[in-house]
T-cell receptor
Framework: QKEVEQDPGPLSVPEGAIVSLNCTYS??????FMWYRQYSRKGPELLMY????GNKEDGRFTAQVDKSSKYISLFIRDSQPSDSATYLC??????????????FGKGTKLSVIP | DAGITQSPRHKVTETGTPVTLRCHQT?????MYWYRQDPGHGLRLIHY???????DKGEVSDGYSVSRSKTEDFLLTLESATSSQTSVYFC?????????????FGPGTRLTVT
């Protein structure tokens, strides 16, 4: 079992729809939960991060973490064509060496159709 | 791309030849990382550096070496390139260990080994 599982999609939605993206994980040591956005042929960029459990909102984006279920979500409200990208979940926690290496999901490709 | 450049941006090379990829940052961040991104695998850590001349292995380090002689430069070397090393390589930086969840990525290098 991979440490982080993410449905690769592709996911296609009409403009204005609410988008739900999800990841599951198996390592209970993870403490930081991130969502990165990657446009085609570009490097990933950090969208949001959450420490431990709970919700975090930033404009149209909401990140949720449920550590008891080892499940994280990213919701995009009023989706726009400019949201079309691949969304990567990533997680980290202190390893035995004291490092905080990121473990990424494979990414979900999202297309928002005008 | 947060003051991160990668060179070359594209390279085609033959099996068995040495290849060096360069990452240059202007942010004065202590931590630097090399990842590879492949379809079906997502982003995987190759090596990282936590200071000048201080490096450590990541998840997929076999066949790769790194060097960091200056804060701003992190080199990735494929001593004898193989077709399995055809990939997109990303460099990333973070300011500190605790903030390693917040990584800034470069634009990537597309490497093809024929």
């Amino acid at each position: 079992q991979k440490e982080v599982e993410q449905d690769p999609g592709p996911l296609s939605v009409p403009e204005g729809a609410i988008v739900s993206l999800n990841c599951t994980y198996s390592n209970s040591a993870f403490q930081y939960f991130m969502w990165y956005r990657q446009y085609s042929r570009k490097g990933p960029e950090l969208l949001m991060y959450t420490y431990s459990s709970g919700n975090k909102e930033d404009g149209r984006f909401t990140a949720q973490v449920d550590k008891s279920s080892k499940y994280i979500s990213l919701f995009i409200r009023d989706s726009q064509p400019s949201d079309s990208a691949t969304y990567l979940c990533a997680m980290s926690g202190e390893s035995g060496a004291g490092s905080y290496q990121l473990t990424f999901g494979k990414g979900t490709k999202l297309s928002v159709i005008p | 791309d947060a003051g991160i450049t990668q060179s070359p941006r594209h390279k085609v090379t033959e099996t068995g030849t040495p290849v060096t990829l360069r990452c240059h940052q202007t942010e004065n961040h202590r931590y630097m990382y090399w990842y590879r991104q492949d379809p079906g695998h997502g982003l995987r850590l190759i090596h990282y550096s936590y200071g000048v001349k201080d490096t450590d292995k990541g998840e997929v380090s076999d066949g790769y070496s790194v060097s960091r002689s200056k804060t701003e430069d992190f080199l990735l070397t494929l001593e004898s390139a193989t077709s399995s090393q055809t990939s997109v390589y990303f460099c990333a930086i973070s300011e500190s260990l605790i903030s390693s969840y917040e990584q800034y990525f470069g634009p990537g290098t597309r490497l093809t080994v024929t």
